[in-house]
């Protein structure tokens, strides 16, 4: 029972010290509002935030839709941040899709966007 015990106050203490200088990171989903046929619309960081826009973000590639970002990746506002994530767009031959194209996040790029 000690050595258990022990274990596991060795197993916190180490999570504790490796953990405790950073910043949890919390995955946010941010939504398109605007119009998906509108290069310059889809990168409009304004147009992005996480209020949700009524749409059935599928996955399928044709219009724009929504991005999940890490909660540092927002404005306070909850908009999308363009010194973080610094958005263009591409044409799908239905509708346009956001690429990224700059910024200075380190989260993985990922729209989920819809037919």
Known sequence: M???ACMVILCFSVLKVN????????TVAVYFHGNPNDPAQIANHT???TNPNGQTCS??????CMLLVDHTDLTP???????KIKLGSVFTGVG????QIGGSTSTIFTPINRN
């Open 77 to 83: 506002t909850g908009t999308l941040n363009p010194v």
């Open 59 to 64: 996955g399928i590639n044709h219009r724009a």
């Open 19 to 26: 953990g405790g200088a950073k910043q949890k990171r919390m």
């Open 47 to 49: 147009l992005w935030n």
């Open 96 to 99: 346009y899709v956001p690429t």
């Open 2 to 4: 000690a050595i258990v």
